[in-house]
């Protein structure tokens, strides 16, 4: 991992403690019960399923995306969090030498191949 990186990452969580656990925990509470809320109401199951997903993706995309980590930094309400989202972690580079297959290393793909190929046509055929 890059240096910049892990300085971001010590930022953030040795200033995470129990109150800005407490507030992400309420807001996540609120806004499960707010589109389960709004879904039943209007008995609308792709609104749950929505907020849902956004449920789901948001702590994945938080530390990443500027403006959803501005909305993250207000709901823990802590002013010591870094000010900008994490650095993109540098790539791993690994140099394998890559050599050429034989030829018939492809054979059994293209074998398999042919065989659900016959298989769809049958299936087809037979309709």
């Given at each position: 991992m890059g240096e910049r990186w892990k300085e971001w990452d010590y930022q953030f969580w040795s200033n995470i403690g129990p109150v800005e656990i407490f507030r992400f925990g309420c807001a996540s509470a609120l806004w499960l019960f707010?589109?389960?809320w709004i879904g039943g109401?209007?008995?609308s199951l792709s609104i749950i399923l929505i907020t849902l997903a956004i449920f789901l993706v948001y702590?994945?995309?938080a530390t990443k995306w500027k403006p959803i980590y501005q909305i993250h930094r207000a709901i823990?309400?802590?002013k010591n969090l870094p000010i900008n989202p994490a650095p993109p972690m540098e790539k791993i580079k690994v140099n394998e030498p890559r050599w050429r297959r034989p030829w018939y290393a492809y054979l059994p793909?293209?074998?398999f191949l042919l065989v659900n190929l016959?298989?769809?046509y049958l299936i087809l055929r037979s309709r």
């Open positions: 707010l589109g389960v109401t209007l008995h702590p994945l995309v823990l309400g802590n793909g293209i074998w016959l298989l769809l």
